[in-house]
Nanobody
Framework: VQLQASGGGLVQAGGSLRLSCAASGRTFSSYAMGWFRQAPGKEREFVAV????????IYRASVKGRFTISRDNAKNTVYLQMNSLKPEDTAVYYC??????????????????WGQGTLVTVSS
């Protein structure tokens, strides 16, 4: 599967962005999907993951209540709605796919495919 992330940009603290990740190739609904991020000088960390059907989601504690992950299997797309953004959310955001994984993993090493990343910059 090939993943294409988009939607990043520069936003002021308190603002919102919506990231999209379009998938092509093998059956999208067979993949758990995740959003991860990596800030300069830091390790890649999970942000949110969603099960194949979209029923189950897991969020990083620091984004819970502000970010929402969702997917549209008919459109082969996963989204990350980010509200109340903070400067510490600044990072390159990556989407990833994990084939047939149940429940969805929060560990980047377990994901099979990765998008190219999209930069989110939150100014104070």
């Amino acid at each position: 599967v090939q993943l294409q992330a988009s939607g990043g940009g520069l936003v002021q603290a308190g603002g919102s962005l919506r990231l999209s990740c379009a998938a092509s190739g093998r059956t999208f609904s067979s993949y758990a999907m995740g959003w991860f991020r990596q800030a300069p000088g830091k390790e890649r960390e999970f942000v949110a993951v969603i099960s194949k059907t979209g029923v189950s989601t897991i969020y990083r504690a620091s984004v819970k209540g502000r970010f929402t992950i969702s997917r549209d299997n008919a459109k082969n797309t996963v989204y990350l709605q980010m509200n109340s953004l903070k400067p510490e959310d600044t990072a390159v955001y990556y989407c990833a796919a994990d084939y047939l994984k149940v429940p969805p993993s929060t560990f980047p090493a377990e994901y099979d495919y990765w998008g190219q990343g999209t930069l989110v910059t939150v100014s104070s």
